[in-house]
């Protein structure tokens, strides 16, 4: 399954491709993981401690242009057309610096991107962002990369965008351990995983919170460092996701939801026993779930699932999704309940290459 | 610490003791636990898996009394007046069981007990119903037996009861691993902790919560036997008692805050990653919870704790605990909020010794 490391450039060889487009549009959609992402083992490289697999959502994409811009002294950065400055900006252009070592080019960028996810709806988007910028980077500057390789590319820029190259179901290889820091980076990327005749739909219940206490990266990192029940957990997912993996192949929706909703409450549960405690989830993220349980009761498969947030993602098939939404829609009258369906890869825009 | 066991009659060799009272009444109080006990590993002998540590409360008493029926052929219960049948009553008369091959007598008794914690008030009556069950039973049939012996027997009944013998707080050793089912029965009591100089109070807030989806009984077996997160929950405890009586030693309420509030977390996130997953807390608990955090952060020592069930306890200094009471009200307006402070060892009525 890994036979297509060849196909990439090795990360600290820049292949200079002078042919590049000088600028380009790309398109990517946010995914939500089934088996978590939860813990890195290196924060430079951005690789995960454990596999993770996820499904690409039909909504809310992000649309990134990056332009060459050979005459500029320095990166710049839209946000909905808005210049963006500070750790945002830094962090983008830490990212074009990646592209330019492998496109082996020096020149600067101008980034315009425009994000669909409504404000505060607490979805993340920086899979989708990152996913968008990795493919529309690498066009501008002429690298020619195949999937594989935009997924480990973007992964560098947040590891949950790596997955976001792929349509439907993907799943991230964290990679196996090892010391050499490149072949560890070659190593880690996602892959479409197989599940023909799964017709589900994601039914996203978007709960009233206040700001985060905790940012995920912290959450991850104190997780990791002082949660008696971080490996055992590490562990048990390694099973989830093979299991996983199973279940999507015979297209059994009703396994691949029980195994989603364990693994997800596997995650917060090792987040609750964090020193001090990380907890996420909200009186209102209790009350979905009170409620997916009572859907469960009347016959209808459906399973939640939680992210670094109080927000709940629920499995249901595509038939029920609507059932699902009126009652999410009852359990949280002052929150918005949205409908997903698998979503496209990331891709060029037409004209653009 | 545990060089009293030759005070107590080994269960399995009768000590008969012609000289008993024929009948007795002993009141007893509930306890809450600081460090869980959650797990059996001897269902029959109710053997526990961990040690735990709790408080005896000041309020909520059971007072019971035994009084022999040597014409009866069966026992009797009556709670709170009115005569109990079923597997309460069975549950009773196995515990009078026990009591009577200890004491070589064979009477019957008639059982008469009075539980003062409110309906729904989701305090357990088990602590303190078996612990005074205890002592009037081993009173009534003639036994001497000490405080410890009292514990053991008493965790016949209930595990917890096995604490709610002492005053202030305790610990319930849960005794080496052995086969020799004797030797594991008499290494299995609890004893006082010593806490000079602390003055703490147990807030108790009461959530308005339907019945329970899963007994504790039940959630216990399940999270042992299926939970990826229990056994390194149940080391890491071993850990936090050890640093719980250190804390209590030095009379340090917030580290003794601290330890019970993660020890508590962690138990429920055993839960929470056992399969299917046991969820106790509630959306109302959620709210209590971040009714805590913000206590906290306005530099007010309280910290919750959670059993098998929504309501939360919240410890803090008894010169705050009017100030954690108002909080919690508002934070559950439709729920009720006790306040308790540490209480008395269960003990003989006057007059019937």
């Given at each position: 399954?890994?036979?297509?490391?060849?196909?990439?450039?090795?990360?600290?060889?820049?292949?200079?491709?002078?042919?590049?487009?000088?600028?380009?549009?790309?398109?990517?959609?946010?995914?939500?993981?089934?088996?978590?992402y939860w813990g890195k083992r290196d924060e430079r490289l951005v690789l995960p401690r454990v596999d993770s697999l996820s499904m690409t959502l039909d909504i809310f994409p992000t649309t990134t242009r990056v332009r060459l811009t050979p005459e500029a002294g320095h990166d710049t950065l839209t946000l909905g057309g808005r210049p963006a400055q500070g750790e945002t900006l830094r962090r983008v252009s830490a990212f074009l610096d990646l592209v330019r070592q492998q496109a082996g080019r020096p020149e600067h960028a101008a980034v315009d991107s425009h994000n669909t996810v409504p404000t505060g709806a607490g979805l993340a988007s920086s899979a989708s962002g990152f996913a968008a910028l990795a493919v529309a980077a690498a066009a501008a500057y002429g690298l020619r990369l195949d999937a594989t390789a935009h997924s480990r590319l973007a992964r560098r820029g947040s590891g949950s965008a790596s997955r976001s190259i792929f349509?439907?179901?993907?799943?991230?290889?964290?990679?196996?351990?090892?010391?050499?820091?490149?072949?560890?980076?070659?190593?880690?990327?996602?892959?479409?995983?197989?599940?023909?005749?799964?017709?589900?739909?994601?039914?996203?219940?978007?709960?009233?919170?206040?700001?985060?206490a905790v940012s995920s990266r912290e959450a991850m990192r104190r997780t990791l460092d002082?949660?008696?029940?971080?490996?055992?957990?590490?562990?048990?997912?390694?099973?989830?996701?093979?299991?996983?993996r199973a279940a999507l192949r015979r297209a059994d929706l009703e396994a691949v939801g029980e195994i989603a909703e364990r693994n997800a409450l596997g995650m917060h549960a090792t987040m609750l026993a964090a020193r001090p405690a990380v907890r996420y989830l909200a009186p209102a993220t209790l009350t979905v779930l009170d409620g997916v349980l009572q859907l469960r009761k009347d016959g209808v498969r459906a399973y939640a699932t939680m992210d670094a947030g109080p927000n709940v993602k629920v499995l249901c098939p595509r038939a029920d999704a609507e059932r699902v939404a009126r009652t999410l829609r009852a359990a949280v009258p002052d929150g918005s309940v949205l409908v997903a369906r698998p979503g496209p890869a990331a891709r060029l825009l037409p004209g653009e290459r």
């Open positions: 399954m890994r036979a297509d490391h060849h196909l990439a450039p090795p990360a600290a060889a820049p292949r200079p491709h002078p042919g590049g487009q000088e600028h380009a549009t790309a398109v990517a959609h946010p995914n939500i993981a089934l088996i978590k349509a439907g179901f993907a799943q991230w290889h964290a990679g196996p351990p090892t010391a050499d820091e490149d072949e560890a980076d070659l190593a880690s990327y996602a892959e479409p995983v197989p599940a023909a005749g799964l017709d589900p739909a994601l039914v996203i219940a978007v709960v009233n919170a206040g700001p985060k002082t949660s008696p029940l971080y490996e055992p957990w590490a562990r048990s997912s390694a099973d989830d996701l093979r299991e996983m």
